[in-house]
């Protein structure tokens, strides 16, 4: 397998990977499909956005996001089904509660640690210890400029302790049990190692003294782009779009079973990032996952990064054999 150089390096050398736009496919069926698959995109980020921008004080708030984030999810995976990108990758009865069982950590254990000692906690020790009002700027800047600088910033923080994950072994081994997935569905960014789940979510958006309104269209930025990155569906997804933010294509070349296109597009919703500091590949791959595509499990998943790292200290501390003549 020869590969296609993008920049310095060989993509798809070792695995499939197809580089390129205009190599993926298209939305196949009549004008109608292809018409609500190439403006959903948009269209839901308008509306959330709008929602979010108008919507009154009394309903603006963190329980509202929750419920309008799961709506939008079920709403994804009825698409899924509806329009897949790869059979290969449709959702199956194991899948999905493997799933689930991700999910429900998400919400429960890993956003009580969060709370005691996440991005919020530190940020809110650091505002305490330093005079920050320097800042207090920013609330005077229009609402959507707010929110996109606070998803900005937050997604640069994201971006490079991602690619920190890809680069530095102990983050690695932390990270390295979600590139064992080997399918796209809408709850597969769940999946992986709750030290990976915590590190992956600290970022310095906090620091900004912003109102609660921006920080709520800042996390619909997130809704309505970043959750893209693990669904199964096949849009035809605007060129402006794809050059500005991430899409399902480019994640699924992360997630690639060929290592060089691993360490590409390493951003969560502004893959323009990724253009920025020349990482990013635009392409998508149907075969993902490491070491051939083998699954891991749950209680593989909760353990690797700690076992993997008892197993290195072990080698690199073990006494040498000594050697017995022989008589």
């Known amino acids: 397998m020869d590969g296609v150089r993008?920049?310095?390096r060989i993509i798809g050398a070792q695995a499939p990977v197809t580089v390129g736009w205009e190599n993926i496919p298209k939305v196949q069926g009549g004008p109608l499909k292809r018409f609500v698959f190439t403006w959903f995109q948009p269209a839901a980020l308008l509306a959330l956005v709008a929602f979010w921008y108008y919507a009154p004080n009394d309903i603006a708030k963190a329980s509202t996001a929750i419920g309008i984030g799961i709506g939008?999810?079920?709403?994804?995976?009825?698409?899924?089904?509806v329009?897949?990108?790869?059979?290969?990758?449709r959702l199956t009865w194991k899948e999905l509660v493997t799933d689930l069982f991700y999910v429900s950590l998400g919400y429960t254990v890993l956003r009580m640690i969060d709370g005691y000692i996440g991005d919020g906690a530190?940020?809110?020790a650091i505002q305490n210890a330093f005079d920050w009002d320097k800042l207090a700027w920013f609330v005077g800047l229009p609402l959507l400029v707010q929110a996109v600088l606070i998803s900005f910033i937050f997604d640069c923080g994201q971006y490079w302790m991602h690619r920190?994950?890809?680069?530095?072994?102990p983050l690695w081994l932390t990270h390295a049990p979600h590139h064992y997935i080997t399918q796209l569905n809408?709850?597969?960014?769940a999946v992986g190692n709750p030290v990976e789940l915590f590190l992956i979510g600290l970022g310095i958006g906090g620091f900004f003294d912003f109102l609660p309104r921006a920080a709520l269209l800042a996390g619909t930025l997130g809704l309505a782009v970043g959750t893209y990155q693990h669904i199964n569906v096949r849009f035809n997804t605007p060129r402006w779009w794809r050059f500005i933010f991430n899409t399902t294509e480019h994640h699924s070349v992360h997630h690639s079973q060929d290592y060089e296109a691993t360490r590409s597009n390493y951003a969560g919703t502004w893959i323009i990032i990724d253009r920025l500091f020349g990482t990013c590949v635009d392409g998508e791959a149907e075969l993902l996952g490491m070491e051939g595509g083998r699954r891991m499990t749950i209680r593989e998943t909760m353990v690797f990064p700690f076992a993997e790292a008892w197993k290195n200290l072990k080698q690199k501390f073990a006494?040498?054999?000594?050697a017995v003549p022989a008589e």
């Open 72 to 81: 939008f999810k079920l709403l994804l995976l009825a698409m899924e089904w």
């Open 164 to 169: 920190g994950m890809h680069n530095w072994y």
């Open 122 to 124: 530190m940020i809110e």
């Open 319 to 322: 006494r040498p054999a000594i």
């Open 6 to 8: 993008v920049g310095k």
């Open 186 to 189: 809408i709850n597969k960014g």
């Open 83 to 89: 329009n897949p990108r790869h059979d290969s990758w």
